[in-house]
């Protein structure tokens, strides 16, 4: 695992970063990213975001005008085998030409799959590529070829991004020496605004995330339906937008919560709802480093989550600010939701110290990190 560098030598001020994403939407990959290409917009230099989307729809997150936004209008699904190697093969070839056009000095990819693409893309340019994964590798297994093909391709990136020290022992030792482990940057809720908080609905168990599968809400709607006889006064909001709306939405009315549960799609700031909550609950099937329960901790919220991923493990202190209980689990979800439920001295001792996760990872540190990181790779070449 690399350490952190010494200042060395400084970065050139007009230095040019490219990025890779498949799109910029409401996740905490896409939002990690903006948050970079901010803060390097704002040191002066020239920042390129490629994206596989056509552009039809905005990016999810605000990018600072100066940001050059490519969409390549390379996303599809592919029917059949030789379709998807048919589009990934045009995948590559589109994303060298882009890749080219930005003459950068370095290229930071996200996301499993866009960076063996990225990797195979920019083979022979000379450019030094950082790979980030954003999911828990041992939590969210790759099919088959991809699985080989990102052990085979990682091989050729300058550095591997983990976003927890957990998940180094996933990758062969070949490439460990290749990993620098920098947990997500995450923005601290702003002071609270009176007047912004009266506009929030009052939920007292909150969830935040995408609707789709790896998130588990299929398995928290179960779990809450078995608290309706002891705890019949709480109900659920879920904030997030996604695939699995309405089969979602189905399973409430099914499990007869429709009185109970509220999906109230994407917001761009849950800070308002997040301080009227008492108790917030993330049910992932799969997750990296979730800024939806830092964010939560960061508003003094307890919380209980699954066990999904080693960085909610780096995040959660047992019995301090939180609880684990295994994925997939609705009856101990619901164990564990009950007991805090019912445990309002429990949940206050624990409210008072979720919010010490701003320190324990604070953004600053990510940054440095990050800056720490850029200077390495570029002063290697």
Known sequence: MTPSSPAGKSLPANMRV??????IASGG????????????????RHVTILTYDDGARPPFYNLDPHVRHV?????????????????NLRRARVLRREIRRS??????SFIDQTNVLTLLAAEGLGVPIVATEHMDPNALTLKRTWAYLRLLTYARA????????????????????RVTVIPNPFVPPPPASPARAETAPQPALIAVGRLHRNKGFDVLLVAFSLLGDEHPQWRLTVLGEGEERGRLETLRDELRLGGRVSFLGRVTDPYPFLRRAKLF??????????LALCEALACGLPAVCTDCGSGVRDIIEEGVNGVIVPKNDAGALARALSDLMGDEEGRRRMALHAPEVVERFNPEKAFEAWESLLREVVNER
């Open 18 to 23: 490219t990025f890779v994403i498949p799109i």
């Open 29 to 44: 990959a896409e939002h990690v990213l903006t948050l970079l290409a901010q803060r390097w917009t704002a040191a002066g």
């Open 158 to 177: 300058r550095r591997i991004v983990l976003l927890s020290a957990r998940d180094v022992v996933f990758f062969p030792p070949r490439l460990r020496k």
């Open 103 to 108: 003459r950068p000095d370095v290229i930071v």
């Open 71 to 87: 969409a390549m209008g390379l996303a599809g699904d592919s029917s059949g085998l030789l379709a998807a190697v048919r589009n």
């Open 281 to 290: 609950v993330l049910p992932s099937r799969a997750e990296g480093f979730p």
